[in-house]
């Protein structure tokens, strides 16, 4: 089955530095979105991104379909940036997400 | 803009016991979705629905049934607990292909 792989595990920053995530998948998507989920909370969805570059706010995602893999770019990194940063990908039936165990972040003040 | 309710936002059961976990959404968003987190393990697809009594299993449908009563709602049921059984189910709903937006989830402890 479709396989999503995120690295690295987890990542502390100082407040201001910046991070990449990575996310590689083992097969064909036909689409991809990143999302965030507070300690504790909900998940938010933090862009659809299923080929190309996309920004929103200090997000950035690029994603190189050809070679199964996005990265998320979090800029000027605030405490409020804590918590986990999951990878998802729509299978080619475009029915069903499969998920990565996630990023752990941390932001220190 | 629209919300998803789950309820209850804290389950505690007994061993062997039938467990039902509810979920309204007022998006008009034809697909609903299950999942299951557990620690270290990541979201997985217990069972989703593409349209009112529609269901379709995913990777985790065993030892549980869902029901999609009418698009608004779609339920699960936990056929029978296990003892010590810890998880987090998140109820979603999306537009086909489109974003999903999660529920606040269900804590589920199993004495």
């Not at chain 1, 407040?15 to 083992?26: I, K, P, T, V, Y």
């Not at chain 1, 862009?47 to 950035?60: A, I, M």
Request: hydrophobic letters at 30%; one cysteine or more; proline letters at 2%.
């Amino acid at each position: 089955g479709q396989q999503v792989q995120q690295s690295p595990a987890s990542l502390v920053l100082q407040e201001g530095e910046n991070a990449e995530l990575q996310c590689n998948f083992s097969s064909t998507a036909t689409q991809l979105q990143w999302f965030y989920q507070s300690p504790g909370g909900s998940l938010v969805s933090l862009l659809s991104n299923p080929s190309g570059t996309k920004h929103t706010g200090r997000l950035t995602s690029t994603t190189v379909t050809k070679e199964r893999r996005s990265s998320l770019h979090i800029s000027s990194s605030q405490t409020t940036d804590s918590g986990t940063y999951l990878c998802a990908i729509v299978n080619s039936a475009g029915n069903k997400l499969t998920f990565g165990i996630g990023t752990r972040v941390l932001v220190r003040p | 803009g629209g919300i998803i309710t789950q309820t209850p936002k804290f389950l505690i059961g007994q061993e062997g016991q039938k467990l039902t976990l509810k979920c309204q959404q007022n998006f008009n968003h034809d697909t609903m979705y299950w999942y299951r987190q557990d620690s270290g393990k990541g979201l997985r697809l217990i069972y989703y629905s593409i349209t009112e009594n529609d269901l379709q299993k995913g990777d985790l449908s065993e030892g549980y049934d869902a029901s999609r009563e009418k698009k608004s709602s779609f339920s699960l049921t936990v056929t029978s607990a296990q003892k010590n059984e810890m998880a987090v189910f998140l109820c979603a709903s999306s537009i086909y292909n489109e974003r999903l937006f999660f529920g606040h989830g269900t804590k589920l402890s199993v004495l």
